[in-house]
């Protein structure tokens, strides 16, 4: 034992007795709730006897580490969780233990690459710390990526002699994107909708006074739940998410799918006209950052990307684009200037005061971590809730694709009664160039 702040085990009798010290590791970006996720965890591990260890900002430390030139230590690399830490933080803003994207499975694309020395060096120190440290159980707390490194984690473990240790691994779903297979909506998603929809309101009151539009482009990442949802509670007149790249909206390409810029310009125009038509001269329009990526490749072609391979969309800043072509466009069509700005919102939200249901969505999580490794003896599940917060346990092999180990996003259903919630609500837009009153009726 490498650790001298590691007091000596008793011997167990069953899967669920071995597990007397815990692991909690955080992982991405923040989301609300995440302290009612950490919190709800330890406490169902101290309240059963059981020790439990935060370790600091995701896996930076962990994938470093070295039993000599790196060893970890106690409330410099992880916290030794005690009831006085846990009491009262449910609510709290932030991440008690930070977070970090450090990637420890990077360049581990393939099972093969499992058997790999090298690629695996990092994934390696992991494990090792985990075993020097007597860790019994990992709980994972992070989105798709960190999930991906969860299964990993897994999948390396079972790749050792049959006598080495075990360190069983269960995962929490977290993202404000809400783009996670396995699971109805992910905790931090309705403090995030809450939170921009508001921002959203006090655009449109800012238009209202103004006599302008605000293009609002809203994180996400691929998938359009985010800017759907603060559109929807928002109160905008278009929305616009990578789901609705179809038909006019889309460029023809062999390999991919592109959007068409002008034809976009063209429908945020002809919504304004329709808007002016019946004396409306203001509105917000939102737009999902994930558009970005499906811009022409001169465009982010030459976009750094992040240890997962992903472009910094928010770099790209998709609504400015937008705003200064729909502000030429609709100078070209009508011979007058409009107002048109554009803001991007998201950061903003990731560490607001968590909505209620999130902190009861993250702590029947975080409690479900206890439940899935203790009454149910699981490893290598991801814990999910559906319904009336009833939890259920999801195994790594149903959301990792196994020829490239990676996760897919959940992308809305074109048609679906969500995404036609929102064309329900908006601005009906008529293409005529002509229009004739009392033709539509606006919402």
Not at 35 to 56: C, H, K, M, P
Not at 58 to 67: E, F, M
Not at 72 to 98: S, T, V
Not at 174 to 199: L, S
């Amino acid at each position: 034992m490498t650790d001298a702040a590691v007091p000596a085990r008793p011997a167990s009798s069953s899967p669920a007795d071995a597990i007397r010290r815990v692991g909690i590791v955080f992982a991405g970006g923040p989301a609300p709730a995440a302290n009612a996720v950490i919190s709800a965890a330890a406490t169902s591990f101290l309240e059963d006897g059981r020790e439990v260890i935060g370790f600091f900002h995701g896996y930076s430390n962990l994938q470093d580490y070295h039993p000599v030139t790196h060893r970890l230590l106690p409330d410099q690399h992880y916290r030794i969780f005690e009831e006085r830490d846990l009491r009262g933080i449910r609510n709290a803003r932030g991440i008690n233990i930070g977070t970090a994207r450090a990637n420890p499975g990077k360049g581990i694309e393939t099972p093969a690459d499992l058997d790999d020395e090298r690629k695996c060096e990092r994934l390696a120190n992991v494990y090792r710390a985990l075993v020097d440290l007597e860790i019994d159980a990992l709980i994972s707390i992070g989105g798709d990526d960190t999930l991906k490194t969860a299964n990993l984690l897994f999948e390396y473990q079972r790749r050792l002699p049959a006598a080495a240790k075990r360190v069983r691994v269960v995962h929490l779903p977290k993202t404000i994107d809400n783009d996670y297979r396995g699971i109805d909506f992910t905790f931090g998603f309705f403090t995030a909708v809450d939170f921009m929809a508001k921002e959203l309101q006090n655009l449109r009151a800012d238009a209202l006074a103004t006599s302008s539009y605000f293009i609002v482009e809203t994180m996400g990442r691929k998938a359009g739940w985010l800017s759907y949802g603060v559109a929807i509670a928002g109160e905008a007149n278009l929305v616009i998410a990578v789901e609705d790249v179809i038909d006019e909206l889309a460029l023809p390409h062999p390999e991919r799918r592109l959007l068409a810029i002008d034809a976009l310009v063209d429908r945020i125009v002809d919504l304004i006209l329709t808007r002016e038509r019946r004396g409306k001269h203001y509105g917000t329009i939102v737009l999902a950052e994930g558009l970005a990526e499906l811009l022409p490749d001169e465009v982010i072609a030459t976009l750094p990307r992040d240890d997962h391979g992903h472009i910094p969309l928010g770099g790209i800043d998709l609504g400015k684009l937008v705003s200064e072509r729909v502000a030429a466009r609709y100078e070209q069509r009508t011979g007058g200037k409009k107002k048109i700005a554009s803001v991007q919102l998201g950061y903003e939200s990731r560490c607001a005061p968590p909505h209620a249901f999130d902190v009861m969505l993250g702590s029947q999580l975080g409690i479900g971590a206890y439940r899935a490794l203790v009454e149910e003896n699981l490893d290598g599940h991801m814990v999910s809730v559906s319904g009336q917060l009833d939890l259920h346990y999801v195994p790594f092999a149903e959301l990792v694709n196994p020829h490239n180990l990676r996760t897919e996003v959940r992308f809305i259903v074109p048609g679906s009664d969500f995404h036609r919630l929102a064309r329900f609500l908006e601005t009906r837009v008529d293409r005529l160039r002509e229009w004739a009153p009392g033709r539509r009726v606006e919402r």
